[in-house]
């Protein structure tokens, strides 16, 4: 690292730290007159843990999520496959064989308080949900438990990811539904090529989704732009998109998709993420085109 390269990162890490000092007064003199329940009962959290650093990254700033705890997790080992697993709704969730009991018990913990129904980063909610008969496509895969938890529904499921170490886990936790799941080791992008794919490319000659969730660290907005037909075309779809990664990608895709013809909704709550504004950040875009 050069020498301008540490002075950068020294402005911006001192930056940061002046910036959070006064994060949590900013917060209550942007929001404090808020009647949005979401927002008040962040200022009711804030106030009840004023020893809290913030921002709280993916903690989503709520009482509720106490209820989720790592030691409730029970982690067993299919001897055969030598893999460990968790059962979820009756069925086997295999997970890689380089984490640990207590990383794949944490990781539980989250996916479960992720898709909690007050969770800001819950990719489903109320009338906006997978419906029976349709063909989702699940990018950044992961464990696959939220797949799961909609799979009987579901006359199609593609699951995209690249990581390789999650690729047996996942044919494991899959196998039981044969051709019914396809699992895609690939990343999915703007311009298909080197280990990626764009949506468009993929669903040729293929029966297009009607469900489309996508969590992948950032990149949200280049796998959009790979999914042009797809989306333009469609008469039946939702999407599901994060939009915490990046604090202006809520409007960002909302202006995108609105003159496609697609409504547009949010996850419940809120994020306390970064240290500019928008100090809350909605977590999942909804997305709906149904005619």
């Keep these: 690292m050069n020498i301008l390269s540490e002075i950068k990162d020294f402005l911006h890490n001192a930056w940061y730290q002046q910036m959070r000092t006064s994060l949590?007064?900013?917060?209550?003199?942007?929001?404090?007159?808020?009647?949005?329940?979401?927002?008040?009962?962040?200022?009711?959290?804030?106030?009840?843990?004023?020893?809290?650093?913030?921002?709280?990254?993916?903690?989503?700033?709520?009482?509720?999520?106490?209820?989720?705890?790592?030691?409730?997790?029970?982690?067993?080992?299919?001897?055969?496959?030598?893999?460990?697993?968790?059962?979820?709704?009756?069925?086997?969730?295999?997970f890689p064989r380089k984490e640990s009991v207590a990383e794949i018990r944490q990781a539980v913990r989250i996916g479960l308080m992720e898709q909690d129904k007050r969770s800001p980063h819950s990719y489903v909610s109320g009338e906006f949900d997978i419906e029976q008969g349709d063909t989702a496509v699940f990018i950044g895969a992961s464990d696959g438990m939220f797949c799961l938890s909609r799979l009987e529904r579901l006359s199609k499921a593609y699951l995209f990811e690249p990581a390789s170490h999650w690729h047996e886990p996942l044919r494991a936790t899959f196998e039981p539904w044969g051709d019914r799941v396809e699992i895609v080791p690939l990343a999915v992008a703007e311009i298909s090529g080197d280990g990626q794919i764009s949506l468009d490319d993929f669903f040729k000659g293929k029966i297009p989704p009607n469900f489309i969730q996508v969590d992948v660290d950032g990149v949200d907005w280049e796998v959009l732009q790979g999914a042009h037909a797809i989306i333009g075309k469609a008469k039946k779809l939702r999407l599901a998109l994060c939009t915490y990664h990046k604090r202006l990608d809520f409007p960002r895709f909302a202006n995108f998709l609105k003159p496609l013809g697609y409504t547009i909704d949010h996850s419940p709550g809120y994020f306390l993420i970064g240290v500019r504004m928008p100090y809350l950040r909605y977590g999942v875009l909804y997305a709906s085109k149904l005619r």
Excluded: F
């Design 24 to 94: 949590r007064e900013k917060i209550k003199d942007r929001y404090g007159m808020s009647e949005d329940v979401g927002v008040r009962q962040v200022i009711e959290y804030l106030d009840n843990h004023p020893e809290s650093p913030l921002p709280l990254g993916m903690n989503p700033p709520y009482e509720w999520t106490k209820d989720y705890r790592e030691e409730d997790v029970e982690v067993l080992r299919d001897e055969v496959r030598d893999l460990h697993y968790v059962i979820y709704r009756g069925h086997k969730v295999y």
